[in-house]
Nanobody
């Protein structure tokens, strides 16, 4: 059994900052890529940022220069530092991780999401 638990969402004014965390726990052998996705009301879920075990990163154009993804492999945790937030960043943010469990089976796991609301 594997769980991803997000934290750090909330309400912030435009121009403010938030830091999201996502910790993976359970029967984990290894974790490949970890990432953050978001889904705004009435829109499809979209990739925000992704990071490899070696800390190579990729960002959506809409967040480049404002968001920073990082990870702590020892803690099986991924972070998303969000600065200069805009109302259009309002969404439920989901953590994703490509995890291999101890039986050797690998699949994508998702957190339940954390709401980020940016007021204008």
């Amino acid at each position: 059994q594997v769980q991803l638990v997000e934290s750090g969402g909330g309400l912030v004014q435009a121009g403010g900052s938030l830091r999201l965390s996502c910790a993976a726990s359970g029967n984990i052998a290894s974790i490949n890529a970890m990432g953050w996705y978001r889904q705004a009301p009435g829109k499809q879920r979209e990739l925000v940022a992704i990071i490899t075990p070696g800390s190579d990163t990729n960002y959506a154009d809409s967040v480049k220069g404002r968001f920073t993804i990082s990870r702590d492999n020892a803690k099986n945790t991924v972070y998303l530092a969000m600065n200069s937030l805009k109302p259009e960043d309002t969404a439920v943010y989901y953590c994703n991780a490509q995890i291999t469990i101890r039986t050797g089976y690998a699949m994508d796991y998702w957190g339940k999401g954390t709401l980020v609301t940016v007021s204008s």
